[in-house]
């Protein structure tokens, strides 16, 4: 082998090294910092996981007046044979979190109000509480809870509980 072969074989070596040292768990500070141009690279066979896991949960208020638990409420339909086609389903679940994003980064209550007022507030709250199991409810109010880890025993901590929520008035929106 010539000069330039000994080289070449020394400085892919070295590269592979510091490849697999990246990799370790205390080393990616390090190489974050030093390794401006990304050189090295980390390899992730999969995306990083998402540090909080989004929850909707809701109580409602039925016509004795009484609130029911907290439910939680499932927003991902399951899928069909044609859901790579035509989802409506899907519809409410983008509804609902763009509903829910929306008041939750609302800083203004004239904004917040006019959103608990609008049709699709409330046509969004109505379809959570036919999927929480009480489609006969007079009021609703909404809670996103936001779990740290995917650990069952770390418990989630509520980030957004909307004001409550006539439905009486608006029985007539719900989405399908």
Known sequence: MTTLEWTLAL?????????????????????TEWDAFRVVPLWAMFA????????????TRVADGVWTTWTDVELIAPRRPWSW??????????????CANFAWRATDAAARAELYSSDLWVATASTLARRAGTPNASEIQIVIWAGRTFDPACKPAPVFVSDTVSLEAHSSHVIR
């Open 11 to 31: 400085a892919y070596g070295v590269w592979l090294v510091v490849s697999v040292l990246r990799q370790l768990p205390w080393a990616r500070r390090f190489f």
């Open 48 to 59: 990083n996981p998402t540090r909080h896991d989004y929850t909707f949960a809701c109580r």
């Open 85 to 98: 086609l035509w989802r409506p389903e899907l519809l409410t679940t983008i509804a609902a979190i763009s």
